[in-house]
Structure formats: C-alpha cells, structure tokens
C-alpha cells in the first residue's frame, strides 16, 4: 500500500491559486492518484483522478510527473467554501482493487 | 458521478444496544464497500472490507463480532455496532467503487453519526 505525506495545513487568500503537493513515493505501477475533499461532518468527495502527466476538470487540476512519485492538486481562485481537508490517495482499482488507506490530509483554510 | 447514500444520517442510543447502519450504491453496482470510521479533526480510518456474497475482512484491530459486515447485494452493505458502548461514538462512512467517466473510482457516502449515550 503506497503511502502518502501531505502538509497538514495550509492558509490562502479568496481568488489566489492553491497548490497542495502529495508525496507517495512507493506508488505502485497500476495504482492511480486520487484527491478527496471533506468538509466537517459529511464524507469525503471525490475531486479528480490521474494517473499521468496532467489532468483537468471543471474544479482543479492535477499535475503528475514522470516519475509519479509525487502529484500536485491545483485550485484555481479559491473561495472561502474550499475551505476543508484535502486528502491525496493512491491505489488501484478493478479486478486487481487495492484497499484505500487515508493519510492524515491537508487542513486547508481560505481567508477573506 | 456515482452516488453512495447511508441511513440514517445521525444515531442516538442507550450503551448495550445495537445499531445498524446501511450503505446503498444507489446508481452502480458495488462488489466491494468499504467501511470507515472517524473521530473529530482525525483521518478516516479502514475499518473492513465488504464483499458481496463473502465474507468481510476487517482491518487488524476491529473486532470482526463487534462490528458486523453483511454484503447481501450489489448494491447494499450493512454495518451493525453491536452492544456498542460510548466509546463506539465516531463518525461512520462507507465507500463503494464505481464509474467517473471510463475510470473506476471510489465513492463515498455522506456518512453517520453515531453517540452512543
């Protein structure tokens, strides 16, 4: 199971950009990156998902380098309501399916 | 994307009884749920593994006659805490994989809240 390490915290500013770096340096071959978002008292939402290079949705970005051992969720403009915990997960899925294991997630807090 | 749903949201109850809360997949089928727990301003933590028409697994730790795991269809999993006690009081979430475009993810059900009095 591929380990990851997040910055427990982290402080931003209404319309900045965020950028959250998630180190997993055992990622396995066929595992995927994953990023979750939790607000208090609900479960965790699912952002996005890549496994190389970059990807992008209608809410942020993933950035993955080649060596993939590491990945960075981009938020661009953030607003008050992005402020949660953000958790970067690594795993596989399918037939081969691995177990999720949750690091200790990045405590984002956005300021007016 | 998939939708996980869980009922009930919230859970009161006197020590010594059991509660039991449902996880449904509500657009997808789910071979497998997962079952978390979580306490306050801490990670979630794998409690077991859920199988559909098996046995569950559960994580080092959780006692498996404590926490009972019944995966009876594809698209519903049952976490009963049995004569649970205060210190079973946390925040209950499961997951089930399904679909976000062509990509299998995990999603995750909105959780319940469990005080045990």
């Known amino acids: 199971l591929a380990k990851t390490t997040q910055p427990i915290s982290m402080d931003s500013y209404e319309g900045q950009e965020v950028n959250i770096t998630c180190s997993h340096n055992?990622?396995?071959?066929?595992?995927?990156i994953t990023w979750y978002q939790q607000f208090p008292s609900q479960g965790p939402r699912f952002i996005i998902q890549g496994y190389k290079t970059k990807v992008t949705n209608e809410v942020a970005s993933l950035f993955i380098p080649a060596d993939r051992k590491s990945s960075t969720l981009s938020l661009p403009r953030v607003s008050l309501s992005d402020t949660a915990v953000y958790y970067c997960?690594?795993?596989?899925?399918?037939?081969?399916?691995?177990?999720?294991?949750f690091g200790s997630g990045t405590r984002l807090s956005i300021r007016p | 994307g998939a939708v996980v749903s869980q009922h009930p949201s919230r859970v009161i109850c006197k020590s010594g009884t059991s509660v039991k809360i449902e996880c449904r997949s509500l657009?997808?089928?789910?071979?497998?749920m997962f079952w978390y727990r979580q306490f306050p301003k801490k990670s979630l933590m794998l409690m077991a593994t859920s199988n559909e028409g098996s046995k569950a697994t559960y994580e080092q730790g959780v006692e498996k006659d404590k926490f009972l795991i019944n995966h009876a269809s594809l698209t519903l999993s049952t976490l009963t805490v049995t004569s649970a006690h205060p210190e079973d009081s946390s925040f209950y979430i499961c997951?089930?994989?399904?679909?976000?475009?062509?990509?299998?993810?995990?999603?995750f059900g909105p959780g319940t809240r469990l005080l045990v009095l």
């Open positions: 997951s089930a994989r399904g679909l976000q475009g062509r990509q299998e993810t995990q999603y």
């Open positions: 055992n990622i396995a071959t066929n595992d995927y």
């Open positions: 997960l690594v795993g596989t899925w399918g037939s081969s399916a691995s177990k999720i294991i």
């Open positions: 657009d997808f089928q789910a071979t497998t």
